[in-house]
């Protein structure tokens, strides 16, 4: 079993700028980790992904401004978020696949004000 643990969300001003966590526990030889977003009413969006070997791969929606990046030995994933916006606000999963299966977090909420 493979435990997921997102932080670092909260509230934050337009233009400004936020950092995610996310720790994966319990297992070992996890390869892919990404993060995806999912707002009220929309379906969950993908937004960066990172290999075991550290190869990034961005969804238009986060490329420029979202940088994915990964501490393999310590199975932890960051998103490091600039420039957010209002339409950034949404609840942010953490993925981690091992595997065949893939393993979700609680979700972070990211709220941003305008």
């Known amino acids: 079993q493979v435990q997921v643990l997102e932080s670092g969300g909260g509230l934050v001003q337009a233009g400004g700028s936020l950092r995610l966590s996310c720790a994966a526990s319990g297992n070992l030889g996890v390869q892919d980790m990404g993060w995806y977003r999912q707002a009220p009413g929309k379906k969950r969006e993908l937004l960066a992904l990172i290999t075991r070997g550290g190869v990034t791969n961005y969804a238009d929606s986060a490329k420029g401004r979202f940088t994915i990046s990964r501490d393999a030995a310590k199975n932890t994933v960051y998103l490091q978020m600039n420039s957010l916006k209002a339409d950034d606000t949404a609840v942010y999963y953490c993925?981690?696949?091992?595997?065949?299966?893939?393993?979700w977090g609680q979700g972070t909420q990211v709220t941003v004000s305008s």
């Open positions: 993925s981690v696949t091992v595997g065949w299966n893939t393993y």
